[in-house]
T-cell receptor
Framework: DQQVKQNSPSLSVQEGRISILNCDYT??????FLWYKKYPAEGPTFLIS?????DKNEDGRFTVFLNKSAKHLSLHIVPSQPGDSAVYFC????????????FGTGTRLTVIP | NAGVTQTPKFQVLKTGQSMTLQCAQD?????MYWYRQDPGMGLRLIYY???????DKGEVPNGYNVSRLNKREFSLRLESAAPSQTSVYFC???????????FGSGTRLTVV
C-alpha cells in the first residue's frame, strides 16, 4: 500500500507563474519530508526538506509547506523556469525505526516558455 | 567529486541469467540503499545497509541479494533474472536524513 501519494501525474505551468506540487501521506509516524527532482537518465537530486516540527521551509524559489493534521505537503516554485521541467518526487521517513525513505509516484512538471 | 557511482549504466539479460550491479560512494556515508523505479510506482526500496556489516530487506527484496563489501561499496545481485525485474535501479547513500539521500545515475536493466 502506497504510504506516500502524489495524485497528479503531470502539471503544466507558464514560465514565471507559480508551480504547486502536492503530496499526501498516510503514516502518522513520518516526521521528515523531502522533495527530489529528477531529470531523464539521471538519478533523483535532493531539493528541499522539512521536519514535522515546522510548517514551512523556504530555499530560494522553493518553499515546502506541511499540514500535519491533513497529512499533506506541497512544494511551491516561484517563479517557475523552463529548467524546472522535471519529475518531482515527494518522500517521507520516520525517525523511529529504520529511517528509510518512502517515495511517491512522482509528478512531471512542464514549464512552458 | 564523484558522489555515488553505479555500474553498468545499461544491461540486457536473458531470463535465468545472473548479474551483479555495483555501487560505490566516496562521501564516507554510513548508510546505503538500493531502489528500483518502475512506471507509475515511484521508487521502491529493495535492500538497505544502515552501516558497514549490516543489511536489511526493504519493500521488494524477493529475487535479490546484497553485499556491503566495505563502507564504500554496496552491490545488488540478481541470481536468476526474471522479466519482472526489468527496471531502472538506483543506488543511494546518506549520512543524515536532514540532507536526504545522494543517488547514483541509475542502471537500466532489461530482462528478456
Amino acid at each position: 500500500d502506497q504510504q506516500v501519494k502524489q495524485n497528479s501525474p503531470s502539471l503544466s505551468v507558464q514560465e514565471g507563474r507559480i508551480s504547486i506540487l502536492n503530496c499526501d501521506y498516510t503514516n502518522s509516524m513520518f516526521d521528515y519530508f523531502l522533495w527530489y527532482k529528477k531529470y531523464p537518465a539521471e538519478g533523483p537530486t535532493f531539493l528541499i526538506s522539512i521536519s514535522s516540527i515546522k510548517d514551512k521551509n523556504e530555499d530560494g524559489r522553493f518553499t515546502v509547506f506541511l499540514n500535519k493534521s491533513a497529512k499533506h505537503l506541497s512544494l511551491h516554485i516561484v517563479p517557475s523556469q523552463p529548467g524546472d521541467s522535471a519529475v518531482y518526487f515527494c518522500a517521507a521517513s520516520a525517525s523511529t525505526g529504520a529511517n528509510n525513505l518512502f517515495f511517491g509516484t512522482g509528478t512531471r512538471l512542464t514549464v512552458i516558455p | 567529486n564523484a558522489g555515488v557511482t553505479q555500474t553498468p549504466k545499461f544491461q540486457v539479460l536473458k531470463t535465468g541469467q545472473s548479474m551483479t550491479l555495483q555501487c560505490a560512494q566516496d562521501m564516507n556515508h554510513n548508510s546505503m540503499y538500493w531502489y528500483r523505479q518502475d512506471p507509475g510506482m515511484g521508487l521502491r526500496l529493495i535492500y538497505y545497509s544502515a552501516s558497514e556489516g549490516t543489511t536489511d530487506k526493504g519493500e521488494v527484496p524477493n529475487g535479490y541479494n546484497v553485499s556491503r563489501l566495505n563502507k564504500r561499496e554496496f552491490s545488488l545481485r540478481l541470481e536468476s533474472a526474471a522479466p519482472s525485474q526489468t527496471s531502472v535501479y538506483f543506488c543511494a547513500s546518506s549520512s543524515s536524513m536532514r540532507y536526504g539521500y545522494t543517488f547514483g545515475s541509475g542502471t537500466r536493466l532489461t530482462v528478456v
